[in-house]
Structures are given as C-alpha cells and as structure tokens.
C-alpha cells in the first residue's frame, strides 16, 4: 500500500533526524569556554519535490520545491535540540510516535 510505504518513510526520516541531534550532542565546538557541544535543530515536512544533479564542472544535488521551503520554515522557527515538523508530517506519523510536546508538534531529543 502506497500510504504504509510514505508512512514507514516519513518514520524512518523521524529516526535519523533523532539520531543526527543525538549525534550532534557529542561533538564538541573547538575553543569553547565553557565548553559546548553542536546544537542541531530539524524541520520535518512531506511533499512533492523536484530534484537532480545540477552543473557541470562541479555537480551538486539539488531539492527544490515547496515541500522543501516548509521543512526549511519547520527548522528555521524550531529551537536547538529539536525537531519541528509539519501538521501533514504529524498527521501521518502520530500515532506511531510518544515523545510530541505540546501543540507546536516538537519532539526534544
């Protein structure tokens, strides 16, 4: 079923954002006094997008589309530590995930 598939993806996306934030934490800033660890914060949305390699002399991978502008909204008001995701995303995967925190659908890691 084509739902299950998107549903198993937009979880298996939830994970690694959860894992990079952890990993994140252990990375410690050089010349930090105090001493401080990476701060990663994530936006999470799911959409269409349009996306390949672009340039020649030096190709880089590129994602365009308005799902993409959202995620970028979802993590640019998201704080330090969390992941912020979109209703769509939230709608999909609520009932598979425990740690949501109020009504703004963040999870902190």
């Known amino acids: 079923d084509e739902y299950l598939h998107a549903k198993d993806a ?13 990993q994140a934490q252990h ?9 401080e660890s990476v701060q990663v914060r994530v936006g999470i949305h ?8 672009l340039g ?7 994602v365009f ?3 993409v502008n959202l995620a970028a909204r979802m993590e640019q ?5 969390r992941i912020r995701v979109s209703n769509d995303f939230y709608e999909m995967v609520k009932d598979s995930e425990t740690e949501w925190e ?3 659908k963040c999870i902190t890691v």
Do not use: H, Q
């Open 10 to 22: 937009a979880l298996n996306a939830l994970d690694m954002a959860k894992d990079m934030v952890r």
């Open 27 to 35: 990375v410690i800033i050089p010349k930090s006094m105090p001493i």
């Open 46 to 53: 799911i959409g269409e997008v349009t996306c390949g390699v």
């Open 56 to 62: 020649e002399r030096l190709p880089k991978f590129a």
């Open 65 to 67: 589309g308005s799902a």
């Open 77 to 81: 008001t998201s704080l330090p530590g």
């Open 102 to 104: 109020g009504d703004k």
